[in-house]
């Protein structure tokens, strides 16, 4: 009779033993199936500001998911390149992606009018300025990808090996630009150089091209300084260039309402956070280049509106050309125009 018990007893545990593991399988394996990791394609090197200010953003959305959310980042290009980054994310090579709207010129019609010498004061102003410009303008250019933020850096300047005091020194000197700001290095007399970023310090070291246009902070975040002896402060001109975060539609439309909630939040929480970074690299990038022994060469008001009235063919050429295929480039100047006032009123 004992041994019978025992023998009940034994079968019992090992029937429960079986349960409880494979219960535990099954819990695992839901688990899993909750947590997405998802790859994040970024085009700043890993120690720039704004690649940490996107691991800090991967990081929040983390935490908030509880975990159901994780992020691999790839910064430097090492997953798709500048260029390739928003086919990146449409075809699905990276789930995510942060790189410029100018790198694919013509791609972006609506949001290109961003990136004009519009005379931006700051990063925090240009950042917060594009992203009331796509959210009134909602440009059907943007429809394949989820747009999570935009963050545009502080005034692009010219940063040369020789000095350009006036409008006359830039003439015929080959400037590296992107977008639009090759027609406003063209508009000055320069002969645009096309090239992204990650490409200029070597062109600038081996003397392919003589100088850049890109914010101050460039010469810090991308050790430019070294290559560059003089920055004009041409800001009556400063232009911005918009950089895009986006996410892949298919991708998005995948995750719980909860967590699209999430990711909302922390973006909208985001555009400051990247708007300061901007401002803080800038003063860092001066910094850095005042202390190599670089000179900062401030334009007088005269010259200043020189610079403004040689650009505004820019302006001009992109509402016609805009308009003759169709597309708002009236409205989308005006809309620009008044929201840059509105903050410049504040």
């Known amino acids: 009779m004992n041994q019978m018990v025992r023998c009940i007893a034994m079968k019992v545990f090992v029937a429960a033993t079986a349960l409880f593991v494979s219960l535990t399988s099954v819990m695992v394996t839901v688990a899993e199936a909750r947590q997405q990791t998802l790859n994040y394609s970024i085009f700043f090197p890993p120690t720039h500001g704004q690649a940490l200010a996107a691991e800090a953003w991967a990081k929040e959305i983390e935490k908030r998911t509880e975990g159901k959310i994780k992020f691999n980042l790839f910064p430097g290009g090492t ?191 985001w555009i400051d956070r990247h708007g300061a970074v901007w401002d803080k690299e800038d003063e860092a990038g001066r910094t850095f280049t005042l202390e190599l022994g670089n000179e900062i060469i401030p334009l007088p008001e005269e010259e200043n509106e020189r610079w403004r009235r040689a650009v505004q063919p820019v302006l001009d050429d992109y509402v016609s050309a805009s308009e003759a295929k169709g597309l708002p480039g009236g409205k989308a100047l005006e809309t620009l125009q008044k929201i840059i006032d509105s903050h410049l009123a504040e």
């Open 79 to 269: 997953l798709t390149n500048a260029n390739q980054c928003y086919d990146g994310v449409v075809q699905g090579i990276s789930d995510l992606g942060m790189s410029c709207f100018a790198y694919t010129p013509g791609r972006f019609p609506v949001m290109e009018a961003l990136d004009l010498p519009m005379g931006y004061p700051d990063g925090m102003t240009a950042t917060r300025v594009a992203n009331e410009f796509f959210k009134i303008m909602k440009p059907v250019e943007l429809q394949d990808v989820k747009v999570l933020l935009i963050h545009a850096h502080g005034p692009g300047l010219l940063h040369t090996k020789k000095p350009v005091r006036n409008l006359d020194e830039i003439r015929g000197l080959r400037i590296r630009s992107t977008g639009l700001s090759e027609k406003v290095a063209r508009a000055l007399g320069a002969v645009p150089v096309g090239m992204p970023q990650p490409d200029t310090y070597e062109a600038l070291q081996k003397g392919v091209v003589d100088g850049t246009f890109a914010p101050i902070e460039t010469l810090k975040g991308w050790k430019q300084a070294e290559v560059i002896n003089f920055t004009t402060e041409c800001t009556a001109i400063g232009y911005t260039t918009a950089m895009f975060v986006v996410m892949n539609l298919r991708k998005w439309n995948s995750l719980s309402p909860e967590v699209q909630r999430i990711f909302e939040e922390v973006s909208a929480e």
